[in-house]
């Protein structure tokens, strides 16, 4: 009975202190994210007060919390939108690889890390964090914009990539065969395969069994089949958060909108617990020593990711205002950066350095996408207008 109090007192605390936070940012006109993190520091390992209590909990409400963020984002396109999407930027797809996965493996080397080492930095470098950019653009109002569309091309190249790239990496670290890694990516092929197939071809058959005229039923129908498909893309070795995506692209209609509007507040609530248990999970003083490698990868990576989205749009025939709005969306990195830097730590397979430098970055880029995103749009509407005002000289030029 004692832990059990001390838990709902540890708890209720942290929920009070998030809508505080959430407050607080809303006032000052920011995204809520940076500051849950901030919170989850103080409150995490090596914090001010440390919360041991609440663990098994928290963990999996935060896996639950990417998992609605990812859903709720596939509720807002077709499948026909998603092929067409993947159709058009799946160039856009390999820039992204080529441009941000490089200046991870190049750190890695340049530290001694070796060739694994470079590969699981690529990883961490490379991946956005589709959590954190689905709450940004629902938080900003974007989801409707033109440019969106582009963003969510490219977060859905980058979840399939994982979806290889996992498999493999896990392969390496444990030593496994060459034939063992190709199975491994093979079932994860067919996984995905299906999964679309079944998105495109029967899309309407699965809204049909999860609608229902009572709220409580459907509540109880979408959210269960959503944690039921992305625990078995877990188990398919897929990542979880492509499965819930790809069910929200399956339900369609009125019965994607009332899912919206139904699952909305559930989905902030679970997102919210995620931010704070990233930072539970970071110690703070684990993150001096490699701070400056640190920031050195968010400069350059937070370049080579605004030049991805502005590239990308562009081709998608986007004005200045929307590639510069693409690019800043696509800054965050997070969950899957993590998961990434744990395999490889766990394995004994890397440097422990490794894992510091991980999450000094992963928590620079958590807290800078957000703000990128937010400040973007006045900055490029600002510059806007001063070229315009610029005097032209009588040949022409400036």
């Given amino acids: 009975m004692e832990h059990t109090a001390l838990s709902l007192i540890q708890l209720g ?3 009070f202190a998030l809508g505080v936070l959430g407050r607080l940012a809303g006032k000052i006109g920011m995204s809520p994210i940076p500051l849950y993190l901030i919170g989850g520091l103080a409150f995490g390992q090596g914090g001010v007060i440390p919360l041991g209590d609440i663990d098994g909990f928290t963990e999996l409400a935060s896996e639950i919390g990417v998992v609605l963020l990812l859903l709720l984002l596939g509720l807002e396109y077709s499948a026909a939108e998603l092929v067409t999407g993947l159709r058009r930027s799946w160039m856009a797809g390999l820039v992204d690889v080529v441009l941000n996965a490089l200046p991870g493996a190049a750190v890695a080397l340049i530290l001694g890390w070796g060739p ?3 590969f699981v930095m690529a990883g961490i470098t490379y991946i956005s964090s589709s959590g954190i950019v689905a709450k940004v653009l629902g938080d900003l109002g974007r989801l409707g914009n033109r440019e969106t569309p582009v963003v969510l091309s490219i977060l859905v190249f980058e979840d399939l990539i994982m979806a290889l790239y996992l498999p493999i990496l896990t392969a390496v670290l444990g030593g496994i065969s060459f034939l063992g890694g190709l ?3 093979g079932i994860s092929l067919a996984v995905i ?11 309407r058959y699965v809204s049909a069994i999860v609608d229902s005229e009572d709220r409580e039923v459907f509540l109880l129908k979408v959210f269960g089949a959503a944690l039921l498909v992305a625990g078995l893309a877990s188990a398919m070795q897929v990542s979880a958060a492509v499965g819930a995506f790809l069910l929200g692209i399956a339900i369609s209609g009125s019965t994607a909108e009332n899912a919206t509007r139904l699952l909305e507040p559930l989905r902030d609530l679970f997102a919210a617990v995620f931010f704070v248990v990233f930072g539970l999970n970071t110690d703070p003083r684990s993150i001096p020593p490699v701070l400056g490698w640190a920031i050195v990868l968010a400069v350059v990576t937070t370049l080579t990711k605004v030049a991805t989205g502005w590239w990308a749009a562009r081709r998608a025939g986007m004005g200045k205002l929307g590639r510069a709005r693409a690019g800043a969306a696509l800054v965050a990195r997070g969950e899957f950066s993590i998961v990434i830097a744990g395999l490889a730590v766990s394995a004994g397979a890397v440097e422990g350095e490794l894992a510091a430098l991980a999450t000094a970055y992963v928590l620079l880029m958590a807290v800078l996408g957000p703000v ?3 400040v973007v749009e006045p900055v490029a509407r600002t510059l806007q207008r001063r070229a315009s005002r610029v005097p032209r000289a009588a040949d022409g030029t400036y």
């Fill in 116 to 118: 694994i080492g470079a």
């Fill in 193 to 203: 395969s299906v999964v679309l197939v079944v998105a495109v071809k029967y899309g």
């Fill in 183 to 185: 199975e491994a990516v």
């Fill in 13 to 15: 605390a942290v929920f």
């Fill in 372 to 374: 990128a995103a937010r």
